[in-house]
Each structure stands twice: as C-alpha cells, then as structure tokens.
C-alpha cells in the first residue's frame, strides 16, 4: 500500500486544480483567519499542509499523494491510483438510480475534496435535521480518511429510502466490535487526515463513529452495523433509518413475546433460526429492495436483543470515560454537594433520552466537537439549552460530554451566582429531581 506522504517528484503544480485549491484556502482562513499560512504562496502552503513534499537528499520536490487525493483531478490520479474511483447513487428503492454521479464523469475535478463538498450539499439539502445530516458527513469523512485508495472497487456511498450503505477499499485496522467506542484512531492515511483536520471536518481522536452511534440512538434509530469483506478487502457502514425498540419494561417485553406467540412465531424457536449460521442476515442483503417476513421478523428480533439496552450502556461506557478523564473514578461521590447527593441516593445516573430530543442535541453538537471552549462560550450553550426546558445536571454531562462535577462547579454554580439561571427546587438543593431554569426574570431586568 503506498503511503500518503509518499513524494511524486514528476507532479508538480500544473497537475492540481487551482480551483479546488482555493476553495480549500478559503474555508481554512475562515476557519483560521489569523493563521500565518493565510498569507504563504501556494507551492509553501501546500507544503505547511502536507501536500506537498521536498527530498531532502535530492532537493527534489513535488506533490504529496495526500495532496494528489484532494487536489489534483480524476485522470491525473488514475496515473498513480489505477483503481482509484469515486461514486454516490441515489434510488427510491428501484433498480435505477435517480441520482448517480461519479468522479469519471468529467464534469468536475473528481478529487475527494470536491467529492465531500458535493455530497455535503445533497446531505444537507435532502436531510431536514441538521443532527442527522452531520452524522451522514462524519461517516463519509471517515470512509475518506481511512480508505485504501490502491484498492479495488472505489468509494461508494448509496442512498436508499432505508439506509445509507458506505463502502470503501480496505479493511478496518482497528477490532470491528470497537469501532464506535474506540477513542484511539489508527491512520492509513495520515496526511489526509491532516488536511480535513485542519478545516475542523475531523479529529484524530477516533471519537467521530462514537457521536454517530450516540446521535443514532438519540434518534431510535437501529444501532449503526459494520462489515467487513475480507475477499474483497472492502469496509461496509449501514446506518438505518428505522427505529428500533428502546427501553422496555417487563410488562412490556410480555407483551411483545405473547404478541410473537400468538402470531405462530415462539420467540426461542426464532432465536435458534436466526442463529443458525446459513440463516445469517448478512450486510449484503441491504442491497436487495425486498424482504421476506421472516428475515424482517428476525432482524427485528435480533435488534431487540443486542441493542434494547445499547443506550443505557453507552451512557455507562461515557461516565466511565468521564471519571477516567479526571484521573478519579470516585470524584463524584467524594466532592461536596456530589452529583450522586444531588440526584438522590437512589437514583440511577443513567439519561433517560426521551427528555433529549434533537433540539438540544444540536445546541450542545458544539460542546462536544470541541474539548476546549471559553468559558463564555459553554454558558451561552449552558443557557440556550435552559430555554428550551429545565435539565438536570446528569443531562448538561450526557449533552456537553463534559463530567458532572466540571460542569456544574465550572458553569452551573457561576449562572446561579450571577442569577441567569434559578434551581427548580431553590429550597431543596439535593432534591432528587433537581434541575436547572433559565431565569427569565434576569431579562427583564
């Protein structure tokens, strides 16, 4: 596998597309209006983004293969990456495309640059909530960075009425089952990473996959499924746009298995079917347009067995994290006013998710995305999330991904002091139930 930093010393500037380039330099000086790069000239620009390479024991110099990739255009590439292919398609679960462009049409660049802004624009256009549509783009930047582009069968992204499929050449380096937990990356392709990183559309942190399984639950959405084709030496992301069962109570889960018995169907009898290994649902099967009953009916079930309680176990894996990250898992029972004495002995700690809907989630996407903001900035958060409803402190931690104990010491108790927020119940501080109100009366001051 060639490496992205490689050096191409015959490519040189006239093999890039000055068009992508700028667009490129525009949204970095909007992202970084004070950067020192903002004025370099190209070739040194490139050079500072890794895009470009000089051999030291040669002085020769020329286009990175990372910089290929994002700023040169399909024929040029295919020079280098014979394999190297582009694809989205769109259908409304037909067998013909009602929307299909590829990087070999001609009629643009073809580079992954332009490819991710293209798609960007048809996401954001076709998906009316501003949460799903950055999950769609996180999922496409990282088949970008991760692919093998020395690999056979491109990299394609399919829409269908259902479920979006991405697919790229080259396997996972990292365990499939720890793919949206993981908080390490492993980089193929570092350099690519670099460039998208510095106009912010991604972190080296391997935290991307994980806010997309959080947003999918969020949603009720099936829990996003991966694959891997070790034949074809293909990756595979399904993520659905049904909803799942979340939460059940035992009254419930009755009558969900008497409503199976009753339909002819036991529910172990369906168990020990789908178990069967040449009764396996495969991820291939996504392509196909129909299901039988049955398939439907054991997906569903398979569902509710792995992921009915995915988000009350990704809400533990998050505290965990949390506690982790401040080098004291027993920080909240051992500081004063701790975040358990406020919720209650015997509460549970765990977000009920119901009480988040995707308003909030977009308010807080900021938070999340980034580990360090000015103070000034988590409280306008703090206090546009307020707006919308009272939250408790369990629910400013979940939506800010921020510990309890740092949110409400480094934030909550200041807008208290300074009277732009009130307790729900001012005389009962360690009331169970307690949240947190915007205080409307500070405005009319």
Known sequence: MLQDNLILEHYGLNELNFDTIKSYRDRFAEVKPAHPWNALETKEFLYKVGAWGKVRDTHKEG?????LLLFSEERIITEVLPQ???????SKGNEEWTERFTSQDGTWS???FDFYFH???????????PSIASSLTEVLINMLIHADYN???GVILEKQPSHYVFSNPGLLLVPTDSVFSNTVSQLRNPNIVKLFSLLGLCERSGSGLKKVKQ???LHHYKTPAIDQDVSMHRTVVMLSLSTQERQVSSSEKDTYNTSIDDSGNNFKDVEKYQNTPENDVEIDSYNKNEY???KELIEELKSYNND???????DNYYNKESYLYNNDVNSCNNNHNSYNNEQGENSSNLVNVENIDTKLWDIAALAREKKRLSPNQMEHIILELCKEKPLMLKEFAYLLERTPDGVRNNYLTKLLRKGQLQLKYPNQPNHPKQAYLFNKKDIEK
């Open 215 to 217: 947003n999918w639950s």
């Open 63 to 67: 286009v990175t293969l990372a910089g």
């Open 151 to 153: 690999g056979e069968g």
């Open 308 to 314: 009915v309680n995915s988000l009350d176990k990704e």
């Open 119 to 129: 798609i960007h624009e048809i996401v954001r256009n076709s998906e009316p909530q």
């Open 110 to 112: 073809g580079n992954i």
């Open 292 to 294: 039988s009953y049955n």
């Open 84 to 90: 190297y292919f582009l694809e989205y398609r769109e």
